[in-house]
């Protein structure tokens, strides 16, 4: 905390130093016939760069920097990780946006109106950043990678060339290199993706490509009807996947999954036969290592060789559970990770560099990521550059304009090493295991499942359905109950965590606890409030 305040502080003294300077700069030339001559004339085309023409000078832009800065750290950093604040400052949808004032208008706003405004959209904002925030995959902050992102959005390249992206080129190549290594390949290649969804994507457009090069130039019309294959657990992501790239979510096989929620490889196989002798051609199978809700894996030794057994691109969606890679105690639940043909990896979950940071990686070493999306865009790739082409790495990916997603990580990294990042894994852990033990000590509160990895999934029952579990009404009575602890947290803004059904079983709550901040003090919590809020229900 004193850290993330300090460079805040000292940031806020350079922006107020630059904009004293500006401000004498500005008054000497509105007081010097010579100099406000030449800025009349730079005003009137020959360079109006020193002056927004629309009347926002660099000097007032930067006292409102300086102003706004002050704000963002009151209200989204200091309070965003204070037990003491609410997580989420509840309204309406309509009272909200009246609150907000989000209309546009012809006229703009004074300075204090704006800062007002950034106030105001903190003030609402729900913060992830907090203590009690058990919600998503995400949660917490670390204060060196929001440096990184803070950084990131000032200098505002585009991570497609070496002549705009220098440093950030060279750095996603050495952070791809290091999680390439991790996963155990010595060699490959990869890129930052907008997300793990757009990583899976990638993935499944590669394994096409890979096996039928021709569709790149002719389309769907040269390709045999396609097959692939994921858990009933396993992400959306998979079906969106297939529905964008033509293949059809009717062509998106669900192999069933254990009582741990991992991949039957039995099914799998079985599935793979089905549709081979449904006329489909099996192309992928997507491997699940850290499912969204329940947290399992996927046996990923057995579906590699099934995969070699058929000739299938195989792909690990690591998204959440991959930086168990970190630790020597729980490396074990990717065991065969190494096997795959591409892997999907998101540190803005588990490593809490913020979103967002998603790696697509890839085995291959024959720039299949190149020949598969390279447009050979004349104005950017120009081949009689004076440095090293390869270093134009935007034409790996579908996208033109591509966000700089490695500096959080890399200064995350560089700040508390891998050991550091090994350790939080190891807590997150721990403090999951505390969770699930002390729930069981508690009347009330019943595991759906034995914890794999950091998602505990826990029924709460309310007093009146206790010891009623085979009356007619019970499951209905007991799906209502998570909806209405929700509402009820949410309204009072003291904790979220999330809720779902999952095959067949009724709403449940999904406890995730990942951030780095976060205490047994706040694992107690977490039970005492969902009892409170639920105890007359």
């Given at each position: ?47 109006a760069h020193c002056e927004d023409v629309l009347g926002f ?370 807590r997150a852990f721990a403090m999951a295991r505390y969770f ?88 107690d919590f977490c039970l005492d409030e969902i009892e409170r ?5």
């Amino acid at each position: 905390m004193l850290e993330i305040q300090g460079f805040f502080i000292t940031l806020s003294i350079y922006i107020t130093i630059t904009a004293v300077h500006r401000s004498y700069f500005r008054w000497t030339t509105s007081n010097s016939p010579t100099l406000h001559t030449l800025t009349a004339q730079k005003m009137n085309g020959v360079n109006a760069h020193c002056e927004d023409v629309l009347g926002f000078s660099h000097a007032e832009g930067q006292h409102f920097l300086n102003e706004a800065f002050k704000i963002i750290f009151e209200e989204a950093v200091r309070k965003g990780i204070d037990e003491n604040e609410k997580v989420c400052v509840w309204q309406d949808p309509a009272q909200l946006q009246k609150l907000l004032d989000l209309d546009l208008r012809d006229c703009g706003e004074t300075h204090d109106q704006l800062l007002s405004r950034v106030r105001d959209v903190a003030k609402y904002s729900v913060k992830t950043n907090h203590p009690r925030f058990f919600n998503q995959l995400y949660s917490g902050v670390d204060y060196h990678a929001l440096v990184g992102r803070l950084l990131t959005e000032t200098l505002n390249t585009s991570q497609y060339t070496y002549e705009v992206a220098p440093v950030f080129v060279l750095m996603e190549r050495v952070v791809l290199t290091k999680l390439r290594s991790m996963v155990g390949w010595s060699s490959g290649d990869g890129l930052f993706c907008p997300g793990g969804s757009m990583s899976n994507m990638f993935a499944m457009n590669l394994s096409r490509y890979h096996t039928f090069p021709q569709v790149k130039q002719q389309g769907l019309w040269s390709l045999p009807r396609l097959a692939v294959f994921t858990s009933q657990e396993s992400h959306y992501s998979v079906m969106k996947g297939a529905a964008f790239l033509g293949i059809g979510t009717d062509h998106v096989y669900s192999v069933k999954t254990n009582q741990q929620g991992s991949m039957d490889a039995d099914d799998l196989e079985g599935k793979i036969m089905l549709a081979r002798s449904e006329g489909a051609v099996p192309l992928y199978v997507n491997a699940t290592a850290g499912t969204t809700v329940r947290g399992a894996f996927d046996p990923l030794d057995r579906i590699a060789d099934i995969c070699e057994k058929h000739g299938l691109w195989m792909h690990v969606d690591a998204a959440w559970g991959g930086s168990v890679l970190f630790s020597e105690k729980h490396r074990h639940l990717v065991k065969g990770i190494d096997r795959a043909n591409s892997v999907t990896w998101n540190p803005h979950k588990m490593l809490t560099t913020g979103l967002q940071c998603s790696a697509f990686l890839v085995r291959d070493t024959t720039n299949l990521l190149q020949r598969c999306h390279s447009a050979n865009a004349t104005y950017l790739f120009q081949q009689d550059k004076f440095y090293d082409m390869s270093l134009d790495t935007g034409d790996k990916t579908v996208q033109c304009g591509r966000k700089v997603d490695c500096l959080k990580l890399w200064l995350m990294w560089k700040a508390i090493g891998t050991k550091g990042l090994a350790e939080r894994i190891d807590r997150a852990f721990a403090m999951a295991r505390y969770f699930a033990e002390e729930m069981e000590k508690r009347e009330g509160f019943q595991l759906l499942y034995e914890p794999q990895f950091v998602n505990t999934c826990f029924w709460y029952i309310p007093p009146s359905l206790r010891g009623k579990e085979n009356t007619t009404d019970y499951k209905d009575r007991l799906s209502k109950v998570a909806p209405a602890i929700k509402e009820r947290m949410m309204k009072q803004g003291t904790i979220m965590v999330g809720y779902q059904p999952l095959n067949g079983e009724i709403n449940f709550f999904r406890m995730v606890a990942v951030s780095p901040h976060i205490s047994l003090r706040d694992m107690d919590f977490c039970l005492d409030e969902i009892e409170r809020l639920g105890k007359d229900l």
